[in-house]
């Protein structure tokens, strides 16, 4: 808005500068009305044609004054115009086109489909965590925000397989439909499951018996907006200590702790170790919650310290970024210098 009050200013200045020229050369040289528009136009432009009237000294002096004042004004009003532009459509669009190079690089990415409120807070969560994601919502409002804070964004229709395809749903790690309609949330994780197999998605469900549909298009899990708040609201009425708890570790207070997994990878030094070898609480000042075996979907809570880590076996452990950064570091034979 200001740039556009400074743009109309300039303009005004420019019309008050010829009328005043204009009106100017009409008594100084005893012309037409034309003919003063026309010696204001060749004076403000400088281009230099024969004067229309007898140049006297009075005529002169003022034909210099509005040279000069023409001259600032003009520039001024080009270097606004040329300004507004480049700060405008022509950053958005190199913005935009530096964002879609970028976006054709990205593998093991998530994709959010909606940018409503559920939509915005996993995007919220998502920056926190600083893992690559793109966001596909139909109101080109809101993707131009999201482009502008520096976040991958696409306008379409994420029930759309080109809409997937340009967010690189063949190569993305998971996806969480949070459209407002259930029918669109469904459509959307058929597609997504057609277009990847190995996709992790999560969907929004709204509907009581939307759970069921999602599950059989394909979603992995479910989330109910209205039960979870109740639940919750429920729990911080009856047992508040232990939700104050949980806020910690899901970073829904001041981010203290980190609930995460960390898999064993083949070359880590790790590997064929019990718990007791390795010695994480020690070394680390981790706590290990649960190990989940490789092609097992049943976790093992507070795991024996005879517990042997095998090559794709999971540890959920909690504790401060840094600190699972540096499990991460041994888990991928990147951390012997911690065990020595």
Known sequence: MKGYRKFNFVVTILIALILTATIGYKFLLDVSFVDALYMTVITISTVGYAEVGNMDEKAKLFTIFIIFLSLGTVGYLFTSIVSSFLEGELKDA??????????????????????????????????????????????????????????????????????????????????????????????????????????????????????????????????????????????????????????IITHAGDVILDLEDVVICENSIIVNKSLREIKIPEKTGLIVLAIKKYNSEKLFFNPNSDEILKIGDTMVVLGTEDQITQLREIANDLGKRYLS
Not at 176 to 194: E, F, M, Q, W
């Open 94 to 247: 190199w913005r935009r086109r530096r964002m879609e190079s970028q976006i054709t690089k990205l593998k093991d990415h998530y994709i959010i489909c909606g940018a409503g409120e559920t939509g915005q807070n996993a995007i919220k969560q998502f920056k926190i965590s600083n893992v690559p994601f793109i966001v596909i919502d139909k109101d080109e409002e809101k993707i131009n925000e999201l482009i502008a804070e520096k976040i991958y964004a696409i306008h379409g229709d994420a029930t759309e397989e080109d809409v997937l395809d340009k967010a690189r749903i063949k190569f993305a790690k998971g996806l969480i439909s949070s459209l407002p309609k259930d029918a669109d949330n469904v459509y959307t994780v058929l597609t997504g499951r057609g277009m990847n197999d190995n996709l992790y998605i999560v969907s929004r469900a709204i509907n009581k018996n939307a759970d069921a549909r999602l599950k059989k298009a394909g979603a992995n899990n479910t989330i109910s907006p209205n039960e979870i708040g109740g639940r919750r609201m429920a729990s911080l009425m009856l047992r508040p200590t232990v939700i104050a708890f949980l806020d």
